[in-house]
């Protein structure tokens, strides 16, 4: 199915300033970028951390240490269900009033479907690239 700008925006306005429609397809082709075409030729020089090394089984000992230091901070940018104290949480819980419990449910809700919508076009777009 193929929608346009024209029927994305309100038909009853009659915008001096409109702008002609512009068709959008979901799945359509993206543009390569400067990086994709240089991948594709194989003008890019190989990245270090990717290329194989058939001689190293192990991560130990740390060969550079500025990646390892690098992806510590970023493996501290993520927490684990350990690091929350949850044992009072049910009780809390269990405390609000009904219209607070719908509450916080829905903008949960809200956060976790956004989260998944926010992550399917990012992966698409990455996986276009």
Avoid: C
Wanted: net charge negative.
């Amino acid at each position: 199915h193929t929608t346009t700008m024209s029927e994305l925006s309100d038909s009853s306005s009659d915008d001096e300033h409109s702008t002609e429609a512009t068709p959008i397809e979901l799945g359509a082709p993206t543009v390569p970028t400067e990086f994709k075409i240089q991948e594709q030729e194989g003008a890019l020089v190989p990245e270090p951390l990717l290329t194989e090394n058939p001689g190293r089984f192990v991560i130990f000992p740390i060969q550079d240490h500025e990646i390892w230091a690098m992806y510590k901070k970023a493996e501290a940018s993520f927490w684990t269900a350990e690091e929350l104290d949850l044992v009072h949480d049910q009780k809390d819980w269990q405390g609000l009033s009904d219209k607070e419990r719908h509450f916080i449910s829905h903008i949960l809700a809200f956060f976790a479907a956004s989260d998944g919508i926010v992550n399917e076009n990012l992966a698409m777009n990455f996986s276009n690239e």
